[in-house]
């Protein structure tokens, strides 16, 4: 059983940035590859980032450019960095590792983000 704590959302002004951060209660990164989804309201949650075991990473079209994802094997935490917050924007932020051994996910619980002036 693999926990995952995100932290690092709150209130940010248009055009603002945050820095998302994903801890793992151990190091994983070796068997996982990690992403950051996103749900709004009424919306279905998607996946925005993702960094392989590898360290290859990946974006959805609607962020490339503004968001990144990064990872330190020494504190066992995925960052995801986002910048140029578009206004009105709020969402839920989670973290989740794939195992590329077994047919299995974790997720954490979730940060949320909301862009208000």
């Known amino acids: 059983q693999e926990r995952l704590v995100e932290s690092g959302g709150g209130l940010v002004q248009p055009g603002g940035s945050l820095r998302l951060s994903c801890a793992a209660s151990?190091?994983?990164?070796?068997?996982?590859?990690m992403g950051w989804y996103r749900q709004a309201p009424g919306k279905q949650r998607e996946l925005v980032a993702g960094i392989t075991t590898g360290g290859t990473t990946n974006y959805a079209d609607s962020v490339k450019g503004r968001f990144t994802i990064s990872k330190d094997n020494a504190k066992n935490t995925v960052y995801l960095q986002i910048n140029s917050l578009k206004s009105q924007a709020k969402a839920f932020y989670y973290c989740t590792a794939r195992s590329i051994i077994i047919p299995h996910d974790y997720w954490g619980q979730g940060t949320q983000v909301t862009v208000s002036s």
């Open positions: 151990r190091s994983i990164f070796s068997i996982y590859n």
